[in-house]
């Protein structure tokens, strides 16, 4: 049997194949590896095979639903929609991932109109159970004004709402199948803006869960249910009765787990910051182990071999990548010519896209992205096929390479890379191995002092179905693997380049040899075992198509022992080598779950600690390592602006880099809070030619006045400087701004005391959490959506 073990895989194949999210991103591969490049095609859906399912249009007849009573059924369980007309429906397959062949679908059309704007969104019903598959409705049905916070409803109450919808929705599944998965905390809302309770549950297939079939239910402040989704596979289960008992997976997965030294990266506002020499586990002994083989499972679906990878060093070859030294930006041509230097693009197809942008884990980087088509007439008969490739506009560096971006289309027509080069022969294995080091050479600055290759011994190496070869590397440093970092190659049987992937974090510079690692190997494994549970249940693999694994594998369905971790707050975390703690590799949140509410040591009995709590719940604050938020603690405008732009976009830091790499509002890229005053000229919070001094404590004048322009009352707020609310405090003499003073006392924002209203006085955070809490008291009552870009 080969060896077709995958220790490192990309974030697209992990997001459709790994049963927990939380686990994955405890691998030293991480997510982020492949989150580095800004075109995401390593892995995609199997459209080619879809439309092989669509190719007869089904005939309604088949359908047991017909299309009035699927429209009916809407009706009825979203009452919203008897202002909305339908218009146009289709019977067809659905559009469920991976691609259910056996489900008959309605596609229903909406649209509502208010005045003249229209609105359209869709939904899904089965033909043939009835059962609601999708619904998602959208402004103006969401967003209304009695929805804000404080909700009508709580969490739980919410819940048991969405559980009761389900049995209305979908009578084919009973209460017993449905098992909320408490790993998956979604996001449900900002502290700004309508409240939303989000939630995911499993359903049992013969009392076991899928990682395959499910239901998300969305239900806002009031108790409306405003989105449904339900995904079933159609793939065939196999039994639920394990012949490995947990008491024998446990067994070997304590036994087998193993960890090793990484440097890993800490990112902070989307780069990386610094390295940590840390503990963390290998790859392989994370990933399921099947209930019936007790064999453990990659994401590809392979059974894992015992062996483990061998790294060995590659060789210097006789031609090397050579930077760019002239210090310029390479030109378009410029960066064409250094993929011409390592890859040949099919003839027929031409340069038809090209933009400089930045690289995702470094904004001072420019990156180069290119596209080559087939520009004649035959080449659209449908989507044409496209040769794509990033290059580092500094340097020269090709980071990335496909020979056919949409793997898929290449399954069924190859005429560019099957035949054979002129003169040229299939390669054997040892062969292509040999090219893929002498290509690593040409591609990488300094491969041979950087990087090994993974040996996955047998036949890894060979792609299925006569595909070609595929080929991993490391990076290393010091001797010590770096985490983030894996290199893939992939060519064809006759040694051309098809992909390469260099999802590799981009600032090196930042690691610094570390001292011996004071924490021994045992007493990391001790700690880690103790994160982790096994669970039975399905997990599915396959069904999509990949340039690492040569193209399309089908889904099929495993009865698995699958590690989960039993505290899911914490899913970023990795054991720092020398201090024993563990730390935080991620500063944002990269799956979309809410950490759990923080809570402080030192609100309790404070005037502010409501104000407070809540504040720690939508993660607005964080307190320190000690559990301290220190409310009586004096903040700065930056400090305001990134609690404004929490409160209004919890995870905005993942939106706001610039891609100019310029200062904005007088503010510098190298500010710590860069970030918020970006995300606040974003929204018009601020001007953009406004001079923001981040770092100055904030006073209750310029509290006023960010306050004014947050709430886009700046006009009236001019309107407002003769107001007599200003003219009766005593020291409005010394009061600036008197209109934004007068609106927001007159809002209640801030108040005067003793007949003063101190307009040079310091804002501490426990003041500025009872503002935040006001406006969120005020939302619905203004004429603009607060902290909102909607409405």
């Given amino acids: 049997m080969s060896n077709d073990r995958k220790p490192f895989i990309g974030q697209a194949a992990k997001a459709a194949l790994i049963t927990s999210v939380a686990v994955a991103l405890m691998l030293p591969g991480g997510l982020a590896s492949a989150a580095a490049s800004t075109s995401d ?61 056996d489900q008959l679908v309605w596609n229903i059309q909406w649209e509502f109109r208010t005045g003249s704007t229209s609105y359209g969104f869709s939904s899904e019903v089965d033909a043939m159970t009835g059962d609601l598959i999708s619904t998602y409705l959208y402004s103006p049905f969401v967003g209304q004004t009695d929805n804000f916070y404080p909700p009508k409803v709580s969490r739980a109450e919410a819940l048991a709402k969405a559980k009761s919808f389900v049995s209305q929705a979908a009578p084919t599944l009973k209460s017993s199948d449905l098992q909320l998965d408490e790993n998956i905390t979604m996001n449900d809302s900002a502290l700004f803006g309508p409240v939303q309770y989000s939630f995911y549950f499993n359903i049992l297939v013969n009392g076991v869960p899928s990682s395959s079939d499910s239901v998300r239910v969305t239900v806002d402040g009031s108790g409306n249910v405003i989105q449904f989704s339900k995904s079933a596979s159609g793939l065939k289960y196999p039994s639920a009765k394990p012949a490995v008992s947990q008491e024998e997976a446990e067994k070997k997965f304590k036994e087998s787990f193993d960890v090793a030294l990484y440097y890993t990266p800490v990112y902070k506002k989307n780069e990386v910051d610094s390295w940590v020499l840390s503990w963390r ?7 399921p182990i099947d209930a019936q083989t007790g064999k453990r499972v990659d994401y590809e679906g392979s059974d894992v071999a015992a062996a483990p990878v061998v790294y060995e060093a590659v060789p210097a070859g006789k031609d090397v990548f050579q930077p760019v030294t002239s210090g310029k930006e390479l030109t378009v041509d410029e960066a064409v010519k250094q993929v011409k230097k390592v890859a040949t693009i099919p ?41 794509y490739a990033e290059v580092n506009a500094t340097t020269g560096e090709v980071l990335q390479f496909q020979i056919d971006q949409y793997t898929y289309m290449a399954e069924s027509s190859r005429q560019d890379t099957a035949s054979a080069p002129a003169g040229s022969k299939k390669l054997s294995q040892a062969e292509a191995k040999q090219q893929a080091l002498s290509l690593i050479n040409r591609l990488y600055d300094q491969a041979s002092s950087s990087l090994k290759l993974a040996e996955h011994g047998g036949t890894w190496s060979v792609l299925p179905n006569d595909k070609g070869f595929r080929f991993e590397f490391l990076r290393y440093f010091d001797g010590i693997p770096v ?34 690692p004071a924490i021994t190997k045992a007493e990391a494994l001790q700690k880690y075992l103790s994160l982790y549970a096994l669970k039975l249940q399905y997990s599915t693999t396959g069904g999509y198509f990949s340039t690492s694994s040569g193209g399309y594998t089908d889904p099929k369905v495993r009865l698995v022992y699958s590690p989960a971790l039993v505290d899911t707050s914490k899913p970023y975390e990795a054991l720092n080598a020398q201090t024993g703690n563990w730390f935080t590799i991620y500063d944002y949140n990269l799956s979309g779950q809410r950490p759990a509410a923080a809570s402080a040591v030192d609100i309790k009995g404070h005037a502010a600690e409501q104000q407070l709590t809540e504040l720690l719940k939508y993660g607005v604050i964080t307190p320190d390592a000690e559990g301290k938020v220190g409310p009586d603690q004096v903040i700065t405008v930056g400090d305001w602006l990134d609690y404004i732009a929490k409160a209004s976009t919890p995870y905005y830091t993942q939106y706001s880099a610039s891609a100019e790499n310029k200062a904005v509002a007088g ?81 209640g924002l801030l108040q005067g005391e003793n007949g003063k209203f101190n307009p040079q006085q310091q804002v501490t955070k426990a003041q500025a959490a009872a503002v935040i809490m006001k406006l969120v008291e005020l939302q619905g009552k203004t004429d603009t959506a607060i902290g909102q870009q909607y409405m």
Avoid: C
């Fill in 347 to 387: 003839a027929n197809r031409k340069l038809v896209w090209q933009t400089l942008g930045t690289n995702y884990q470094s904004s001072k980087q420019k990156v180069w992205s290119l596209a080559w088509s087939d520009t004649s007439e035959a080449g659209y008969a449908g989507m044409p096929q496209r040769t």
């Fill in 281 to 287: 586990p290998q790859n392989e002994v994370l990933y």
């Fill in 41 to 101: 095609t390593t892995v995609q859906e199997a459209p080619a095979k879809a439309a092989q399912t669509n190719a007869e249009t089904p005939d309604p007849a088949e359908a047991k639903v017909t299309q009035e009573q699927a429209v009916a059924k809407l009706k009825a369980l979203f009452p919203v929609l008897k202002d909305a007309t339908v218009s146009n429906t289709q019977l067809g397959s659905g559009n469920s991932y991976p691609m259910n062949p």
């Fill in 667 to 747: 503010v510098s890229p190298d500010s710590a809070y860069f970030g918020a005053v970006n995300y606040a000229v974003s929204r018009s919070w601020l001007d953009r030619d406004a001079v923001v001094k981040p770092e100055e404590s904030l006073t209750r004048e310029q509290l006023a006045v960010l306050l004014a322009s947050f709430l886009k009352y700046s006009k009236l707020a001019a309107f407002l400087n003769n107001d007599t609310t200003v003219s009766s405090f005593s020291d409005s003499a010394a009061i600036t701004n008197k209109g934004a003073v007068a609106l927001v006392v007159r809002l």
């Fill in 483 to 516: 985490s983030e970092n894996t290199i893939m190659v992939t060519l064809d049987l006759y040694g051309k380049l098809q992909s390469y992937s260099n999802y590799g974090a981009a600032n090196f510079s930042k690691i610094t040899k570390q001292p011996a």
